[in-house]
T-cell receptor
Framework: DAGITQSPRHKVTETGTPVTLRCHQT?????MYWYRQDPGHGLRLIHY???????DKGEVSDGYSVSRSKTEDFLLTLESATSSQTSVYFC??????????????FGPGTRLLVL | AQKVTQAQTEISVVEKEDVTLDCVYE???????LFWYKQPPSGELVFLIR??????QNEISGRYSWNFQKSTSSFNFTITASQVVDSAVYFC?????????????FGEGTQLTVNP
């Protein structure tokens, strides 16, 4: 199994509060991703990173920011949580090298409930 | 824009039956990759297979087999002699390649229930 951990695994918060989710990897992979999973939508990409301090937006990036100050950690921040951000959040890392395609391996997920 | 359609929301079978999960995709890319992931009730996502657009050979891994047909833009997944442990949500995904990484587009998933 890929060495990916997510913290916290469960969180309940109130509308308007900031929330930060952490993804930690031990594989030294360059590429990391954040997805959210909602019923009827599968998984949707929020943001991704292709190196330290290199990030880009995904399909549903509004209301989210990310940071990657070191290879092993990728943080997802909800600046002011809303009920629509209640979801299960998955981090993924990939074994991409060079320009070849990759397989993404997923962390265990974080369940976030915004009241 | 890329799109993945898994028209079967839920499938229920009896143990030992064969079951096929359908996946149809849309893309304008000439080079792309297709994936299947399994999400058991415990919630994690497990990688099953990756297939590139230039390789239309079917693949078999134990009781699992995959049929990739570029002509119909389909990448179907068959489980032979299903078992209760196969009960899970199965996701088909399509990658959009870029110089800064690939973006996966997922289907909505098919909930497979295998009854004893």
């Amino acid at each position: 199994d890929a060495g990916i951990t997510q913290s916290p695994r469960h969180k309940v918060t109130e509308t308007g509060t900031p929330v930060t989710l952490r993804c930690h990897q031990t594989e030294n992979h360059r590429y990391m991703y954040w997805y959210r999973q909602d019923p009827g939508h599968g998984l949707r990409l929020i943001h991704y990173s292709y190196g330290v301090k290199d990030t880009d937006k995904g399909e549903v990036s509004d209301g989210y920011s990310v940071s990657r100050s070191k290879t092993e950690d990728f943080l997802l921040t909800l600046e002011s949580a809303t009920s629509s951000q209640t979801s299960v959040y998955f981090c993924a890392i990939s074994d991409r090298t060079g320009i070849t395609s990759e397989t993404q391996y997923f962390g265990p997920g974080t369940r976030l409930l915004v009241l | 824009a890329q799109k993945v359609t898994q028209a079967q929301t839920e499938i229920s079978v009896v143990e030992k039956e064969d079951v096929t999960l359908d996946c149809v995709y849309e893309t304008r890319d000439t080079t792309y990759y297709l994936f299947w992931y399994k999400q058991p009730p415990s919630g994690e996502l497990v990688f099953l297979i990756r297939r590139n657009s230039f390789d239309e050979q079917n693949e078999i891994s134990g009781r699992y087999s995959w049929n990739f047909q570029k002509s119909t833009s389909s990448f179907n997944f068959t489980i032979t002699a299903s078992q209760v442990v196969d009960s899970a949500v199965y996701f088909c995904a399509l990658s959009e390649e870029g110089t800064s990484g690939s973006r996966l587009t997922f289907g909505e998933g098919t909930q497979l229930t295998v009854n004893p």
